[in-house]
């Protein structure tokens, strides 16, 4: 007697234990790609840019450096604002579950129809995707508003914190650029 296609209907507790320990695993080893919240926020890292150049370049090389931080910032801000809207905020825990799979916690490369997905394209369509679904929950002002506040502090902080004491590693070097570190031309 074979039970091909049949569904558990119970489960030891030794599984549960250990998918609760693999998920505990990968949570910390997805949030742990973030950069530290200590050297983000490290007020001696702070000086105005000498010009607009230099303040592009700093929310570029910022942006690649402390992507992760940013994002969890944007979206930290946007979970506030719908705390007086409970669809809006179901809809939103919701999109953090898709968020926390698609890209927070993801250890491999996603990889759909047999191409591998770029991670800036995934955060796009996962920012896109989030924001049109609250958008359907009659929210609007509050989000376009946590929206603009996030973005607000994510460029300001990206243009008056330095660079100099950044460890860029080859894999974030061309992340905004879509220059990849391994495509120089020679």
């Given amino acids: ?50 010009n607009f150049k230099d303040a592009i370049a700093r929310v570029s090389t910022n942006a690649a450096y402390f992507r992760m931080n940013y994002a969890i910032v944007a979206l930290v801000i946007l979970f506030l604002s719908l705390l007086w809207h409970p669809i809006s905020l179901i809809v939103f825990i919701v999109m953090m579950v898709v968020w926390l799979f698609l890209y927070f916690l993801r250890d491999e490369p996603l990889v759909v129809i047999g191409r591998t997905i770029d991670d800036r394209i995934v955060l796009v369509v996962l920012a896109v995707l989030t924001v049109a679904l609250l958008l359907f929950t009659h929210a609007t002002t509050n989000i376009l508003v946590s929206l603009l506040v996030g973005a607000a502090v994510v460029v300001v902080h990206a243009a008056i914190r330095k660079t100099d004491d950044l460890f860029l590693d080859e894999e974030n070097t061309g992340l905004m650029t879509g220059v990849g570190a391994g495509s120089s031309s020679s």
């Fill in 1 to 50: 007697m074979t039970n091909y296609g049949t569904i558990p209907t119970s489960s030891s507790p030794a599984a549960n234990l250990e998918y609760i320990s693999r998920a505990k695993d990968r949570i910390k080893a997805g949030l742990g790609t973030r950069r530290p919240w200590k050297l983000l926020y490290d007020y001696h890292s702070f000086s105005l840019p000498a």
